[in-house]
T-cell receptor, first 113, second 115 residues
């Protein structure tokens, strides 16, 4: 079945640095979603991508839907301490009348002030 | 605040017991999704309902069941609980009408601890 490989698993960076994480798959997806989860909280949607090649920004965050539809990346520029958390990618594909969503295992981001 | 509500926030129970988790979707959303997240793990999709009907099924155990009611709230029933069922259970909702993807909004989760 469809699987997502999200990397890196964790990142330890200095405040002000840029961050890049990505998700890849051998399968094609129709939609890519990026979420952030704080400890004990529900995931919060950061960016949604619906078309191959689409590049979308949300403040310091930029995400792209890979042209092959098999990958996506998320960049965070000029990181700040509140960027700490777990970032999940999610890919969606059609499945009997609806869409099935597969989540990556997450990238744990640690930011040192 | 995503607009998705879940109750209870915390639940502690014993092995063999049965519990019910409740979710109210965002106003206007017709689809509800349930996910399980074990400690330090990713989100595992369990099941999706759309306007009262089951739409997609993931890795949901036979001991687990769900339903969506006419007012669109949903309940996830977990029975014959085992220690390994301890996890965070999230509900998410979406409009359910998009032709090319469903942006899901997550609730705050229910933390289940089975002792």
């Amino acid at each position: 079945g469809q699987q997502l490989n999200q990397s890196p698993q964790s990142m330890f960076i200095q405040e002000g640095e840029d961050v890049s994480m990505n998700c890849t798959s051998s399968s094609i997806f129709n939609t890519w979603l990026w979420y952030k989860q704080d400890p004990g909280e529900g995931p919060v949607l950061l960016i949604a991508l619906y078309k191959a090649g689409e590049l979308t920004s949300n403040g310091r965050l930029t995400a792209q839907f890979g042209i092959t539809r098999k990958d996506s990346f998320l960049n965070i520029s000029a990181s700040i301490p509140s960027d700490v958390g777990i970032y999940f990618c999610a890919g969606q594909f059609p499945n009997t009348g609806g869409f099935k969503t597969i989540f990556g295992a997450g990238t744990r981001l640690f930011v040192k002030a | 605040d995503s607009g998705v509500t879940q109750t209870p926030k915390h639940l502690i129970t014993a092995t063999g017991q049965r519990v019910t988790l409740r979710c109210s979707p965002r106003s206007g959303d017709l689809s509800v999704y349930w996910y399980q997240q074990s400690l330090d793990q990713g989100l595992q999709f369990l099941i999706q309902y759309y306007n009262g009907e089951e739409r997609a099924k993931g890795n949901i155990l036979e001991r687990f069941s769900a339903q969506q009611f006419p007012d669109l709230h949903s309940e996830l029933n977990l029975s014959s609980l085992e220690l390994g069922d301890s996890a965070l259970y999230f509900c998410a909702s979406s409009l359910g009408t998009s032709g090319h993807g469903e942006t899901q909004y997550f609730g705050p989760g229910t933390r289940l601890l089975v002792l």
